[in-house]
């Protein structure tokens, strides 16, 4: 298959799939413990959602597709793009990041890289997705530990699965995707800060996990180009 229709087909994927985002969301349970501020219904009933969701998976799938080698990733990859795009506007929207899609996500990014070791038999490719999953989820744990009321533990679960991603992807970018993220966030935090002209606003919760898939894309395009 040509580049060109790899970015078509990945893209024209990546858009079929978000057709279900609004539907999805609005299956998922609530937590119990810590309900959102407002209901996973509610957000699912956006007239933006479903735009939203259709258009930046299909940019993103296409943008990947054009960056990443060799081309069959994309095969796991664009149904991804789809569920990231949720987390990020969830996670948004009330700083939560649903278990569930996560687990399925990460589920997902496991049997790709299961099915191109039977297809290609490049063992270097499991062993670094393994370890990416392995160091970002335990790097990502332990900042939990050290702060607990800054991050959530869907921010650990996430980083498992972006650890994934950019480990079988290389060790370039695992490192740029992570430190991208961290640096993005530390960047908007600051940002927001000055606006508001309020050392306060450094203390205000803010979603990380828009933040975390922001990085893995740019550590993806960055080492690409």
Aim: hydrophobic content about 60%; overall charge positive.
């Amino acid at each position: 298959m040509s580049p060109g229709a790899v970015v078509l087909v990945s893209a024209a994927l990546a858009a079929l799939l978000a057709l279900g985002v609004p539907a999805l969301l609005r299956r998922l349970p609530e937590p119990a413990d810590d309900p959102p501020a407002s209901p996973y219904v509610d957000l699912a009933g956006s007239a933006l959602l479903l735009p939203l969701a259709v258009s930046v998976s299909a940019a993103v799938a296409a943008l990947l597709a054009w960056q990443v080698t060799p081309s069959r990733l994309m095969v796991f990859l664009a149904p991804l793009v789809p569920l990231l795009v949720l987390l990020a506007y969830v996670d948004w929207r009330v700083q939560r990041l649903p278990k569930q899609p996560i687990l399925a996500a990460t589920v997902v990014g496991l049997l790709g890289v299961g099915f191109e070791w039977l297809w290609v038999r490049d063992t270097g490719a499991v062993i670094g997705a393994v370890v990416g999953l392995v160091l970002a989820r335990s790097a990502f744990w332990l900042l939990w530990r050290l702060m607990p009321h800054a991050m959530g533990f869907g921010d650990v679960r996430l980083a498992a699965l972006v650890g994934l991603v950019l480990g079988r992807l290389g060790w370039d970018e695992l490192a740029v995707g992570l430190w991208s993220g961290l640096a993005v966030f530390g960047l908007w935090g600051i940002g927001r800060a000055l606006a508001r002209r309020s050392r306060e606003a450094m203390r205000e919760p803010l979603a990380y996990g828009p933040f975390m898939i922001l990085g893995m894309l740019l550590g993806v395009l960055a080492v690409s180009v």
